[in-house]
């Protein structure tokens, strides 16, 4: 059928095909490579094609290597980590699927560290086994990304769009049938009607005043799918990377938390060693109490950080294993051989996002997501480190399966979707970002209380009323609106879960309470405000965890 646009606005330009990916990331770039045999494949990114939190990992990637390790063991640890939230279905697909799905992103040129053609594997924070991969010592994302950015330049049926930005999904009849874009360069708009449209816009840590996340990273996807009639999941569940560098820039460099692992020794502002009073494993505690113990000690000294001393490491370790860390220190005039380096949390990634199914179903018809901005349940209220980039590649695969089965669209939709007005969406000033950035450091923290978050969600209620609403706003007023709108759901989310669990801590509610073993999902209600339900951790017989 030959696409009847007359009575759509002519100067949206359209673009018909098979498959849109939003994000360009990890898990948007592996997910175009899988879904690319169904068709035509549309990859369309904010920024550059590289920026994304996927080229900023520096630790590795979670697999396990038999004999010593297994996929069971592996989803122990995870379990452990989730804090009695994971889904145990997921876990046992992230567990068992990640070598393959490893494996396969060598064979697409990938290259991790290996010593006479074995992988090197080490150990991070609440791993009881070395199964970290890893690339150029301590840059495994740049790694992935570039390797995942030249598979998908070289594909014939692949076409990236960088400087453009999903500003709505289209949704006729229940059915989502593509996005309205904006190309930032020209201003150009654009209506991509897709057979099938992917989400992996990433997380949210731009919401954050201090955040290891590029400024990409701030819930668009999420905020897209809500107004759309998705559901969100877990969304109070945001992690506090430890040891960012305690600096002024966005995003903060990262010390991987790998460095702990081969033996650097967390201390206060005095020179001592605290994590011991705050958990048996110490520095190797799992990444939410490692946080937590640091924002406490630096509220009991009064001190805006804590020190990260790489010393106990030997020297040609250092060099080997985290070169990029010594020269991003080195850029910036420290020497890690001579001084403790300053460090502090920074809020680094969301457990919860777009519901789905392992298949990357979000409920609405040909509307999948994966990635960080998606939520099987595979991170429960805490996610182990190394698990997201297998998340996107082991969930990003699934989701192009399930995509390349989507039937192409019917005749009477593609009729529809031409004449679909565009739906007005909210538009808040770009300055109001930097608030709503305080404002969740501030309130919607590492640690929380009720005073601060209702605080904080009437703030952002406010935000939220006040936002004025356009067909086609600018994209940073969009992004803004986009901010305000996830920001409101964490408070709300966070204020709702009345207890302590994983990376949600609250001092009115510091136990962790049976009642709350569900995950809390919330939809848009009819008056535009927030509705909450909970749904039972999925476990499987026997459990996982046995
Ligand atoms: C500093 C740092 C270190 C990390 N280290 C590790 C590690 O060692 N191991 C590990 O497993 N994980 C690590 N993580 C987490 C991991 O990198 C991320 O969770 C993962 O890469 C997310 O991949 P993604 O593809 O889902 O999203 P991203 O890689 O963030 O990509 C999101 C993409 O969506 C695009 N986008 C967003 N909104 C829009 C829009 N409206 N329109 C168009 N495009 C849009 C962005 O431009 C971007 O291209 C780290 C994260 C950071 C920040």
Same mark, same amino acid.
């Given at each position: 059928m030959v696409l009847d646009y007359t009575a759509h606005d002519s100067e949206v330009a359209i673009e018909r095909v098979r498959c849109l990916v939003i994000?360009?990331?990890?898990?948007?770039?592996?997910? @175009?490579? !899988?879904? @690319?045999?169904?068709g035509p494949v549309l990859v369309i990114t904010k920024a550059t094609v590289t920026e994304s939190s996927? %080229?900023?990992a520096q630790g590795g990637i979670a697999i396990s290597t038999p004999p010593?390790?297994?996929? &069971?063991? !592996?989803?122990?640890?995870?379990?452990?980590?989730?804090?009695?939230?994971?889904? &145990?279905? @997921?876990?046992?697909?992230?567990?068992?699927?990640?070598?393959?799905?490893?494996?396969?992103?060598?064979?697409?040129?990938?290259?991790?560290?290996?010593i006479d053609g074995q992988l090197l594997c080490r150990r991070e924070a609440a791993h009881t086994r070395s199964r970290i991969i890893h690339a150029m010592g301590d840059a495994t994302g740049a790694e992935v990304q570039r390797a995942l950015t030249e598979a998908v330049r070289k594909h014939p049926g692949i076409t990236v769009w960088e400087f453009t930005q999903a500003l709505r999904l289209l949704v006729v009849d229940g059915e989502v049938v593509g996005a309205d874009a904006v190309r930032t360069a020209t201003g150009e708009r654009v209506r991509i009607v897709a057979d099938v449209t992917v989400l992996a816009t990433g997380g949210v840590g731009a919401l954050y005043k201090v955040?290891?996340?590029?400024?990409?990273?701030?819930?668009?996807?999420?905020?897209?799918a809500l107004r759309a009639g998705a559901t969100l999941e877990d969304m109070e569940f945001v992690q506090f990377h430890p040891t960012a560098l305690a600096c002024d820039e966005t995003p903060a460099p990262l010390l991987t938390e790998a460095i702990r692992g081969e033996?650097?020794?967390?201390? %206060?502002?005095?020179?001592?060693? =605290?994590?011991?009073r705050y958990h048996p494993m110490a520095e190797l505690a799992p990444r939410d109490v490692v946080s937590r113990a640091e924002f406490l000690e630096m509220e009991r000294l009064g001190a805006e950080w804590c020190l990260l001393d790489l010393r106990p490491i030997?020297?040609? *370790?250092? /060099?080997?294993?985290?070169?990029?860390?010594? *020269?991003?220190?080195?850029?910036?005039?420290?020497?890690? =051989?001579?001084?403790?380096?300053?460090?502090?949390?920074?809020? !680094? =990634?969301?457990?919860?996002?777009i519901a789905t199914d392992l298949d990357g179903w979000t409920g609405l018809r040909r509307l999948y997501a994966a990635g960080e901005c998606a939520c099987t349940g /595979? !991170?429960?209220? %805490?996610?182990?480190?190394? %698990?997201?980039?297998?998340e996107g590649l082991v969930f990003g695969y699934r989701a192009a399966r399930a995509a390349r089965g989507e039937p192409p669209l019917a005749e009477d939709l593609l009729a529809a979707v031409g004449k679909l007005e565009p739906a007005a969406v909210p538009a808040v000033a770009p300055a109001v970002a930097e608030q709503v950035r305080q404002l969740m450091w501030k309130r919607v923290g590492i640690v929380r209380d009720a005073e601060g978050l209702q605080a904080a969600a009437e703030e952002l209620g406010n935000l939220r009323r006040q936002a004025s609403r356009s067909p086609w706003p600018s994209c940073e007023e969009a992004e803004t609106a986009n901010? /305000?709108?996830?920001?409101?759901?964490?408070?709300?989310? @966070?204020?709702?879960? *009345? &207890?302590?669990?994983?990376?949600?801590?609250?001092?009115?509610?510091?136990?962790?309470?049976?009642q709350w073993r569900c995950h809390l999902r919330v939809r848009r209600s009819p008056d535009g405000d927030l509705e909450f339900s909970g749904r039972p951790v999925a476990l499987l017989e026997p459990s996982l965890g046995e």
């Open positions: 994000g360009s990331g990890a898990a948007g770039l592996w997910t @175009a490579l !899988h879904a @690319a045999d169904g996927t %080229n900023y010593e390790d297994s996929p &069971e063991l !592996h989803a122990r640890d995870t379990l452990a980590a989730g804090a009695g939230l994971c889904d &145990e279905p @997921a876990v046992a697909v992230l567990t068992r699927e990640g070598p393959r799905r490893v494996a396969e992103l060598m064979d697409y040129g990938a290259q991790f560290d290996q955040t290891t996340n590029p400024l990409v990273a701030n819930g668009d996807g999420m905020a897209l033996g650097a020794i967390l201390l %206060n502002t005095r020179g001592e060693r =605290f994590l011991g030997p020297r040609e *370790q250092m /060099v080997a294993n985290f070169p990029h860390v010594l *020269q991003m220190l080195s850029e910036r005039g420290l020497d890690a =051989f001579a001084q403790a380096i300053p460090v502090r949390p920074a809020a !680094h =990634f969301v457990m919860g996002g /595979v !991170h429960g209220a %805490n996610r182990l480190a190394s %698990n997201s980039l297998l901010m /305000v709108d996830i920001a409101y759901v964490i408070a709300r989310a @966070a204020l709702a879960r *009345q &207890e302590s669990r994983g990376a949600q801590y609250r001092t009115d509610f510091p136990e962790t309470r049976d």
